[in-house]
């Protein structure tokens, strides 16, 4: 059993940043990929970034690339997601998940374990 837990959402305004973090527990989690998800209001879930275990691959979203960055500290048992430039398109709750593979996948299906997701709103 693994229990995801984000922090670091809030009000930002275009062109800002934040850094979101997500600690796991659970004895495996330095195997397992770890993602970062997000779902605004009507719309579905989607990625937005995916690390493997050691962090020597990364995923991006096409939106993200260049803006967003993904890293793991496995000794903390933590993920975070680096946000800058931040847009008013970004808006949305983002959620860390987790799936009992060492493949990253982009389908949030495929995803075992999830927070309950952190509020990201920025402002234009």
């Known amino acids: 059993q693994v229990q995801l837990a984000e922090s670091g959402g809030g009000l930002v305004q275009a062109g800002g940043s934040l850094r979101l973090s997500c600690a796991a527990s659970g004895r495996t989690f330095s195997t397992y990929v770890m993602g970062w998800f997000r779902q605004a209001p009507g719309k579905e879930r989607e990625i937005v970034a995916a690390?493997?275990?050691?962090?020597?691959?990364?995923y991006y979203a096409d939106s993200v690339k260049g803006r967003f960055a993904i890293s793991r500290d496995n000794a903390k048992n933590t993920v975070y997601l680096q946000m800058n430039s931040l847009e008013p398109e970004d808006t949305a709750v983002y959620y860390c998940?987790?799936?009992?593979?060492?493949?990253?996948?982009?389908?949030?299906?495929?995803?075992?374990?999830w927070g309950r997701g952190t509020q990201v709103t920025v402002s234009s």
């Open positions: 998940a987790t799936r009992r593979s060492g493949v990253i996948n982009s389908t949030p299906e495929r995803y075992d374990y």
């Open positions: 690390i493997n275990w050691s962090g020597g691959t990364t």
